[in-house]
Each structure stands twice: as C-alpha cells, then as structure tokens.
C-alpha cells in the first residue's frame, strides 16, 4: 500500500523537507540543516523498483521454506474443499449450497489460522498478487508463492483422486471449476451451463468484494491487530462462504461449478481430470487477475492519510 505521509511529517523529531531535500532538527540546541548527498540518499532509500521487486528474495532459503506453508496448505484447501462440493450433493440434502458454503468458511478459517504465521497464510494467488500490487509483500516473493500454491493445487487434485471412486470422479468432474459440462439427453450429448462472459463478469466482480470485504482488513494493520487474527481469519471464511453461496444459486445453471476467486484451486483438477475442465478454464484467471488490478488501483485512490499501513 501507498505509505502515508506529507510534506512536513515528524519522524522520530525529524522534520523532511521533501522539496529542498534537507533535514532540519529543531529540537536540537542549534538547527542543523544536514545537506544529504545523491549516495546516501539512495542508501537509506533504496529505489521503488528495488523495493517491488526484491529480486533477492527469489533466492532466499526463508522465503522458500516459508512456501512450503502455502503449498502444503493450497493442497489441503483443494482436497477439503473439493471433497465438500462432492459430499454435499451426494448426500442428496435439500440444501446443498447452504451446507457447502458454512463448511468452506469453517475450511478456510481453520487453514488461515493454520499458515498465517509461518507464511501469512495467502493460500490463494489472489491474494499473493493483491499483496504484491499494493506493495505488502515484494513480486518476487509472490511469484514463489503463487508457484507454490500451483503445486499445491495439483497435489491435492492428485489425493482427492486417490479416494473417490472413477464414477465419482466423472460425476463431478473432481471438484474441479466448471463453466459448462456435456450431459446425455435424448437427442444426444448436450452442453449445459453458463455463458463465458456472465462467469468473466462473476470471477471479477466477485473477486473483488473477497478482497474489498474480508483480505482488505488483514491487509490494514491497525484493524487486523484490533479485531485480532482468529476474528479477521474468521472474517475471510464467512465472506468466502458467502460469496460460494451467492455463486452457486444466482445464476441457478447446471453445469457452472460457481465462481472460483482461486485459480490454483481450479488448475489443480483441470490438470488431472482434464477434458472439459479446460473449457474456459483462462476465465477463472482473468477474473481474479482484473480484479487484483482493480482492487489496487482502489487503494491506491484513498487519501494516503486514510490508509493505515
């Protein structure tokens, strides 16, 4: 996020002249105006692109080992999550959606809560690229984890079809992020589901009120330290839920698995299950991706006095 700050700040009773590029100290005995050269300013200030991309931080063994957290926990969110989508119908209850919804929000708060403090607990490439563009976390050390959690998804695609049976499998294409599916009828195999550009405007739309809604008060520090980790953890499940809730019945088409708003969560099952699942499947990157944007270009609008970083 963009640092708040104006001309004239205090820090530490130091008083910056932006403009004329001095530090004058007028608390001292005698004001003092310190002439700063090119070199140490560029010391003490390392340049933005240094800073946003922190290319170091590809070779850096903590913030690999730090990934292992976000793989291991994509994988497990794929396995749970997939396997409620599966459960939840089979079962054959009245209410599907509704229980599939409560037990995703309990999932997503118990694996946040889980690897939030080993790697800040993103578990979701969105939310590794909303870190990145609002400058949270460095591109560098996003890329890791975006890489991590690709896996991740694939090992959990890969459990899940270790367990279910190959009819279950086809039946509900392994949990995976669905626009349309091929269904049999009477006059032969017929597409069912929802058109490319309503999923589009869902995966954007979506998208954006998870991170307006919920990511954005981790991403504040001062709420995130008032609310507390379990209460914001629990924040981000509940509009998880609910958004899944809102996806899988607005639209009321057979065949659209709902909004995916986690493109490793969906690529994970495409690259196993494959067939049908890479129908479209560029949608539930796009989506999330212009969301990302759009969401940092929001922060960015807010007055730099407003944001609390």
Not at 140 to 148: D, H, M
Not at 228 to 241: D, K, S
Not at 252 to 275: H, Q
């Amino acid at each position: 996020m963009a640092a708040t700050g104006n001309v004239g700040h205090v820090i530490d009773q130091d008083e910056e002249n932006v403009y004329a590029g001095t530090r004058v100290r007028p608390f001292a005995s005698t004001p003092r105006v310190e002439q700063r050269s090119v070199e140490d300013e560029k010391k003490q200030n390392p340049t933005s692109l240094r800073k946003i991309f922190s290319i170091h931080e590809l070779f850096s063994l903590d913030v690999w080992r730090a990934s292992l957290a976000e793989l291991f926990g994509t994988a497990v969110l794929v396995f749970a999550m997939d396997t409620i989508v599966i459960s939840s119908y089979e079962t054959q209850t009245k209410t599907p959606h509704l229980i599939m919804s409560f037990l995703i929000a309990v999932v997503i708060t118990i694996l946040l809560l889980a690897t939030f403090p080993i790697s800040g607990g993103h578990i979701n490439p969105v939310i590794s690229l909303a870190a990145a563009f609002t400058g949270l976390v460095s591109l560098s050390r996003a890329a890791v984890y975006i890489l991590a959690q690709c896996v991740g998804g694939i090992l959990g695609a890969l459990a899940l079809q270790a367990v279910v049976d190959t009819k279950t499998e086809q039946t509900f294409s392994l949990g995976g992020c669905t626009l349309t599916i091929v269904v049999p009828s009477a006059n032969g195999p017929v597409v069912i589901g929802l058109k490319t550009s309503q999923a589009l405007w869902l995966e954007i739309i979506c998208t954006f009120f998870f991170l307006f809604g919920s990511i954005y008060i981790a991403f504040d520090k001062r709420q995130a330290r008032h609310l507390g980790r379990v209460m914001v953890c629990a924040v981000i499940g509940v509009v998880v839920g609910l958004i899944v809730f809102i996806s899988t019945t607005v639209t009321s088409a057979k065949g659209y698995a709902g909004v995916g708003m986690n493109p490793a969560r969906c690529l994970g099952p495409a690259l196993i299950r494959g067939g049908h699942l890479w129908s479209g499947h560029w949608v539930f990157w796009a989506g999330p991706a212009i969301a990302c944007v759009a969401f940092a270009l929001y922060t960015k609008l807010i007055p730099s006095q407003l944001l609390h970083n």
